[in-house]
């Protein structure tokens, strides 16, 4: 039987099809690979259309922001950008609930305020979530104050003649400084006004 070129042509098709099926993880992954590639050849290229896009699109990804699931995905960025580590899509899902329904604090039980918010606890060395605390809680947890009054944490310092914390950033050419008393005052500073700035 002689094929016509139509059948050949479908033919073709159908064992290309075939093959796409039984081969569909590994084709996934090649792609995944390429797209990754493709990332970081072109950063560049990528950062000035997403920029562009931004820039004209402002008013429509401000509404998609504050849509529940614009809030969802704030939220994912920013707990990716403090080191919060998930293996899946469910386990992310799982920590974002426990964390919309948590109303008291999992350590100290207190109710969240306004200045006293809730706020994500994660282990800083593995990435794993631990708890949804308070601030307070929580800067108590992930700080230790050295011996020799350095504080290990970023921005903040101590002045002696003064006897204040000073927590000092320069951002944008703009420096910002504030001075406490208590030095639990300048790490919720910190904490709010990095926050705030994400
Ligand atoms: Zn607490």
Redesign the pocket.
Known sequence: MVLTAEQKKENKRLTNKRYREKNKEKLNEINRLKAKLYREKNKEKIKEYRDKYQKNNKEKLKKKRETDEGRKNTRKASWKHHGLIWESEDEYNDIYNRYLNSLR?E????EYTEN?KKCMDHDHNTGKFRNV??I???VVTDVKISKNNRTGVVNISYNKKQKKWIYAKIKNNKKITKYFKYFIQAVIFKREYEESQI
Not at 107 to 110: A, E, G, I, L, Q
Request: hydrophobic share 20%; charged share 10%.
């Open positions: 604090c350590k100290c039980s207190c006293n605390l308070c307070a809680c929580n």
